[in-house]
Nanobody
């Protein structure tokens, strides 16, 4: 089993920054997860890909909507993945989920086997 716990969400104004964290415990890197992803889901919308990073080489990929504003990173020693979100916009408002998977560069939620409980990010205009 892999357990993922997100933190760092909150209420901010447009243009502000937030950093989300995802702490991974359990089987994690050594036995299951080759990559970690961030997804988000706004009310009434489908869950959408935000960013992904590989544990070993830190290979990253981003959704076009966040490219240049969000940065995904990882700390292997702490088994923690971060999502630095800058220049936030009201349309970034959503519940953000961390996920662990075995496919590097995966953008489909079905490619991730473990999920956190989510953290709310609300951006006011």
């Amino acid at each position: 089993q892999v357990q993922l716990v997100e933190s760092g969400g909150g209420l901010v104004k447009a243009g502000d920054s937030l950093r989300l964290s995802c702490a991974a415990t359990g089987r994690t890197v050594s036995t299951y997860a080759r990559a970690m992803g961030w997804f988000r889901q706004a009310p009434g919308n489908k869950r959408e890909f935000v960013a992904t990073i590989s544990w070993r080489t830190a290979t990253t990929a981003y959704a076009d909507s966040v490219k240049g504003r969000f940065t995904i990173s990882r700390d292997n020693a702490k088994n923690t993945v971060y999502l630095q979100m800058d220049s936030l916009k009201p349309e970034d408002t959503a519940v953000y989920y961390c996920a662990a998977g075995r496919t590097i560069g995966a953008v489909m939620s079905s490619m991730y086997g473990y999920w956190g409980q989510g953290t709310q990010v609300t951006v006011s205009s």
